[in-house]
T-cell receptor, first 117, second 117 residues
Framework: AQKITQTQPGMFVQEKEAVTLDCTYD???????LFWYKQPSSGEMIFLIY??????QNATEGRYSLNFQKARKSANLVISASQLGDSAMYFC??????????????FGSGTQLTVLP | GAVVSQHPSRVICKSGTSVKIECRSL??????MFWYRQFPKQSLMLMAT?????????EQGVEKDKFLINHASLTLSTLTVTSAHPEDSSFYIC?????????????FGPGTRLTVL
């Protein structure tokens, strides 16, 4: 079974609007971390936001927020006030195990976001 | 955030030759580095976990004799693609975790685009 599922291969959003990128995950671990990365066409992976499984509040980083719904096993990324520079591939990822675990990240298939002027 | 560099950023080689890709953590020590492979418009697939001073751990289906990994120091890991073939053409990305840190973030290199003719 897929550990990380991103059901939106592509998304379009109007500049200055908000957009939600979906991510669901599957794990039997009680401790895990959820990550979102942005990959522009240049290829580098840019860390955006992190949510720990025991974090009670949703993570926020500037225009990025993570809508963490533990019971539903979803960790959607919300980008507010979209900018043209937000156009990129976005990957959701999970690391199982406790904070600082040496386990590797497992990535979803990605969502290509295009911001329209 | 911490900086991870990769060299070269792009390489074109003839079939049958070997190619070495370097991954360096520039301002931190990394006991563990990860090597990923990414085909166009696809997700990152973990190839192997590189541990300083010990043998790398390869993911299922990755040939360890073809993809040689050496993690000689806390700041350098190398991936050598031996006897490269056109099907090895891909985007290779390394990633490093901070030794002794909280471990929430995993920093990625800018990637190396390999084209085998």
């Amino acid at each position: 079974a897929q550990k990380i599922t991103q059901t939106q291969p592509g998304m379009f959003v109007q500049e200055k609007e908000a957009v939600t990128l979906d991510c669901t995950y599957d794990t039997s671990d009680q401790s895990y971390g959820l990550f979102w990365y942005k990959q522009p066409s240049s290829g580098e992976m840019i860390f955006l936001i992190y949510q720990g499984s025991y974090d009670e509040q949703n993570a926020t980083e500037g225009r990025y927020s993570l809508n963490f719904q533990k019971a539903r096993k979803s960790a959607n990324l919300v980008i507010s006030a979209s900018q043209l520079g937000d156009s990129a591939m976005y990957f959701c990822a999970m690391r199982e195990g406790r904070r600082g675990s040496a386990r590797q990240l497992t990535f979803g298939s990605g969502t290509q976001l295009t911001v329209l002027p | 955030g911490a900086v991870v560099s990769q060299h070269p950023s792009r390489v074109i080689c003839k079939s049958g030759t070997s190619v070495k890709i370097e991954c360096r953590s520039l301002d931190f020590q990394a006991t563990t580095m990860f090597w990923y492979r990414q085909f166009p418009k696809q997700s990152l697939m973990l190839m192997a976990t590189s541990n300083e001073g010990s043998k790398a751990t390869y993911e299922q289906g990755v040939e360890k004799d073809k993809f040689l990994i050496n993690h000689a120091s806390l700041t350098l890991s190398t991936l050598t693609v031996t006897s490269a073939h056109p099907e090895d053409s891909s985007f290779y990305i390394c990633s490093a975790r901070v030794t002794g840190g909280a471990g929430n973030e995993q920093f990625f290199g800018p990637g190396t685009r390999l084209t085998v003719l």
